[in-house]
């Protein structure tokens, strides 16, 4: 199932992502996501009702990129103004357009700033650290101020479920542990950038609270 996952790939995704003129190819956005939920995966089926979710809002975008208007599915930059001229974004309540690529976006957008924490927590990390602290960390951090009590008590108990460090290291297959570290250490302005990029274009178009 996740035989081929590696850090490396992901690495890759993130840096595919951004054209010269830094707008954001939703193509290698999901492929990183996909990634990522195959390494998740690989974790264990306590993880499973994290990566339906994923998948399917994975899923919702790939469905605009391959569908008649593809085209402006290219970026989010493309995305975002389409869905606007167009009013197919439901701005304060779910109304006729619950799932448009803005608002899908946004759930994956928020939880990659989850993952930005939750990496740069393991990159300087020691051995005694323990992962579920970590990740529970960056989640408190992150997305648990977006998801209600009964998710937050759901990602609580999942947490408790990851393995420990050594073999967490062990699994994002990407060599010694030092390897992982300088991998990590690679891999995280390129997410911060996606990342930074997305916020301030959300920002600026008011779509950071999108329902
Ligand atoms: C190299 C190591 C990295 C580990 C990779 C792990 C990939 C994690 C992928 C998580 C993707 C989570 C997407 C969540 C999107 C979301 O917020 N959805 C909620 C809102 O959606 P809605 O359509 O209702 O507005 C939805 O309610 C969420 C349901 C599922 C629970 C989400 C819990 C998220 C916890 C994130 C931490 C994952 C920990 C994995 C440990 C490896």
């Given at each position: 199932?996740?035989?081929?996952?590696?850090l490396?790939n992901v690495l890759?995704?993130?840096?595919?992502?951004?054209?010269?003129?830094?707008?954001?190819?939703?193509?290698?956005?999901?492929?990183g996501?996909?990634e990522?939920?195959?390494?998740?995966?690989?974790?264990?089926?306590?993880?499973?009702?994290?990566?339906?979710?994923?998948?399917?809002?994975?899923?919702?975008?790939?469905?605009?990129?391959?569908?008649?208007?593809?085209?402006?599915?290219?970026?989010?930059?493309?995305?975002?103004?389409?869905?606007?001229?167009?009013?197919?974004?439901?701005?304060?309540?779910?109304?006729?357009?619950?799932?448009?690529?803005?608002?899908?976006?946004?759930?994956?957008?928020?939880?990659?700033?989850?993952?930005?924490?939750?990496?740069?927590?393991?990159?300087?990390?020691?051995?005694?650290?323990?992962?579920?602290?970590?990740?529970?960390?960056?989640?408190?951090?992150?997305?648990?101020?977006?998801?209600?009590?009964?998710?937050?008590?759901?990602?609580?108990?999942?947490?408790?479920?990851?393995?420990?460090?050594?073999?967490?290291?062990?699994?994002?297959?990407?060599?010694?542990?030092?390897?992982?570290?300088?991998?990590?250490?690679?891999?995280?302005?390129?997410?911060?950038?996606?990342?930074?990029?997305?916020?301030?274009?959300?920002?600026?178009?008011?779509?950071?609270?999108?329902?």
């Amino acid at each position: 199932m996740a035989d081929s996952f590696s850090l490396r790939n992901v690495l890759e995704n993130f840096k595919s992502c951004l054209s010269d003129n830094k707008e954001v190819y939703i193509k290698y956005y999901i492929s990183g996501w996909r990634e990522l939920v195959s390494f998740m995966n690989s974790l264990g089926s306590v993880f499973s009702f994290i990566s339906k979710d994923a998948v399917s809002k994975i899923q919702i975008l790939e469905n605009f990129l391959m569908g008649e208007n593809g085209t402006h599915y290219l970026t989010v930059q493309s995305m975002v103004k389409y869905e606007l001229d167009n009013e197919l974004v439901d701005l304060t309540k779910r109304g006729s357009h619950p799932e448009s690529g803005c608002r899908t976006l946004l759930r994956l957008h928020r939880a990659l700033r989850w993952l930005q924490l939750f990496l740069e927590s393991l990159r300087t990390s020691t051995e005694d650290s323990k992962t579920s602290v970590m990740c529970s960390e960056a989640y408190n951090a992150s997305l648990a101020q977006h998801h209600s009590w009964i998710i937050r008590k759901a990602a609580g108990l999942a947490f408790c479920a990851l393995p420990g460090r050594d073999a967490f290291f062990e699994v994002m297959n990407a060599g010694s542990h030092q390897e992982v570290i300088t991998l990590l250490g690679e891999a995280l302005p390129l997410i911060s950038e996606v990342y930074q990029i997305t916020e301030d274009l959300y920002a600026k178009n008011k779509l950071l609270d999108l329902p």
